[in-house]
């Protein structure tokens, strides 16, 4: 056996290909002769974030506690709205195409609305987080209890079960791993949220920073941003992909993924 | 008075845009003797799944008298226990716990399910073992084959002592020999309770192996067009399945089965 074979190269993978892609990026500015101004090199960029450095991360952790708070809003208001929802056909049929058309509404379109009532700040930041943040969950905790099976209904009815038994028995256990799976999206699309609502209307956070830094010309800190950014996102989703697993491991019984 | 008296009844489904509403089942009689063990048989789409319905109380005829154990049936009757073709284990809870379910739902057990909880463990336990489940109960039901979950699925019926078991085509989606062997589980456990049983079935071997009386069925809209009565003693060995008399009967009601769907 050789030094290679005793490698994890599954787990070696994202980092390999990480560093590769900034090796890449590195190489073609160098090879290329890009301007900085243009595309900076990661060298550039990291020097950049080193140089920011307190800024950089005040303003990250104002960003990921607008996330998680517009997050937080997002559970609690998605759950209840997605089990309102999937009680009965007749809500579900009359509040689901309000729903699509809510959705549908581009959330850059409702910042300037939202400052217009609570001005800038951060709470327009957290209310886009939590706006276009809670559809998946609510659709995919309906959609658990749309889908409960006819006959294990019938077995429950039979019994003189209520439907209050049913959705506590079976519906809402049933509708958890859309729901876990539905926060990966959600918290993902939040990030999105409070950095555009930062990016428009706020005194901090890494949309505002970014604002700020392109306004200076500070070109290599506009790419730091998105690089802390980008960690953030994958830091937050690891951390819902962690929790689905855990609370939900039966649903994840195939072995399809492994 | 019979068990499980239906008399006269028909059932319409809710119309639903143009379509005015299938007439399932028309001038349905069909009548069960306490204890006894009745198949009902018939071409596809002849509106057996309704008479499970009708007799359970999750349908309520829309013309004519159903009544169960004496008592018009307004309402779940909730001395049934069903099983289906597709055993419907909740993947989220071990074996027993499916199996316990209808006690947290059932009255009377539902007020005494956690004062009662190790009884009530220690019944599904003996249960599973009736139907050759020992020491499975600690499993999750997708750790079990087909066979093994339909035999949970039994247990579930069967768990909070119901008079009235429905059975609806439980054994269609098991290999032959699994299912011959599940006949014999429920022959048995029929055999020590007693319980009404009606079984839905297409297989027309295992109507006559397991049944006391047979009902064929008219294609739709479903009523009965002919009742047989098994005469096999019982009990009933697996190799009265390959008896003269056995494949007699088997071919008869096949003619009448190919009668009905014209």
């Known amino acids: 056996m050789t030094a290679l074979d ?6 070696a993978a994202p980092w390999l290909a990480t560093i590769g892609l900034f ?4 190489l073609s500015c160098w090879v290329f002769q890009i301007p900085w101004f243009i595309l900076p090199a990661p060298s550039k960029v990291f020097y950049a974030a080193y140089e920011f450095g307190p800024a950089l991360w005040r303003n990250s952790l104002q960003t990921l506690w607008t996330t998680l708070t517009g997050f937080g809003l997002a559970i609690v208001f998605g759950l209840f709205l997605g089990l309102f929802i999937g009680w009965d056909r007749r809500i579900y049929a009359a509040l689901y195409p309000l729903m699509i058309g809510f959705n549908s509404i581009p959330k850059v379109a409702v910042v300037p609305i939202l400052v217009l009532w609570f001005g800038t700040g951060w709470v327009p930041a957290v209310l886009t987080a939590f706006l276009i943040s809670f559809f ?8 658990g209890l749309a889908t409960i099976e006819p006959e294990m209904e019938d077995v429950l009815r039979a019994l003189g079960a209520k439907k209050l038994d049913i959705m506590t028995k079976v519906g809402i256990p049933r509708s958890m791993p859309y729901f876990f799976g539905s926060l990966k999206v959600a918290i993902t699309l939040a990030f999105i949220g409070s950095v555009l609502s930062e990016t428009i ?8 920073m970014m604002l700020t830094a392109q306004s200076n010309f500070e070109v290599p800190l506009v790419f730091a941003c998105l690089i802390a950014l980008a960690i953030e996102g994958i830091g937050m989703y690891a951390v819902m992909s962690w929790i689905e697993m855990r609370m939900t491991g039966w649903a994840h019984r195939s072995g399809f993924n492994r | 008075m019979s068990f499980v008296e239906i008399e006269d009844v028909s059932l319409r489904y809710k119309p639903q845009g143009d379509d005015e509403g299938t007439l399932a089942v028309e001038g349905l009689n069909l009548s069960v003797e306490r204890g006894s063990f009745v198949a009902v048989v018939g071409p596809s789409g002849c509106g057996k799944s309704s008479l499970m319905k009708l007799a359970t109380g999750l349908n309520f005829p829309t013309t004519g008298k159903v009544t169960v154990a004496g008592n018009d049936v307004h309402g779940p009757v909730s001395i049934a226990g069903m099983a289906f073709q597709n055993p419907v284990m909740l993947p989220w809870r071990l074996t027993r716990d499916n199996i316990m379910l209808p006690l947290e739902v059932v009255e009377p057990h539902r007020r005494t399910f956690r004062r009662d909880k190790a009884v009530n463990r220690e019944r599904a336990d003996k249960l599973l ?4 489940l020992e020491g499975q109960g600690g499993k999750f039901p997708w750790q079990l084959s087909g066979g093994m979950q339909q035999r949970a699925s039994l247990c579930r019926a069967l768990i ?6 429905m059975l609806d085509e439980p054994f269609g989606a098991l290999d032959a020999f699994t299912r011959e062997e599940l006949w014999q589980v429920i022959r048995d456990l029929h055999a020590a309770r007693k319980f009404t049983t009606i079984l839905v079935t297409h297989d027309l071997r295992e109507a006559v192996f397991l049944a006391d009386k047979i009902f064929v069925m008219s294609a739709r809209p479903g009523r009965v067009i002919v009742e047989r009565d098994v005469d096999i003693p019982r009990p009933r060995d697996i190799s009265v399945t390959y008896d003269q008399h056995f494949g007699e009967i088997v071919q008869e009601l096949r003619s009448h089965i190919a009668e009905a769907r014209g």
């Open chain 1, 6 to 11: 005793r490698i994890d190269w599954i787990k």
């Open chain 1, 136 to 143: 998946p969950i609510v659709v995919n905790v309906a959609t």
């Open chain 1, 201 to 208: 209307a706020a005194n901090s956070g890494v949309g505002h």
């Open chain 2, 160 to 165: 909070h002592e119901p008079e009235l078991l």
């Open chain 1, 23 to 26: 090796a890449i990026w590195e």
């Open chain 2, 129 to 132: 073992a009736s139907v050759g």
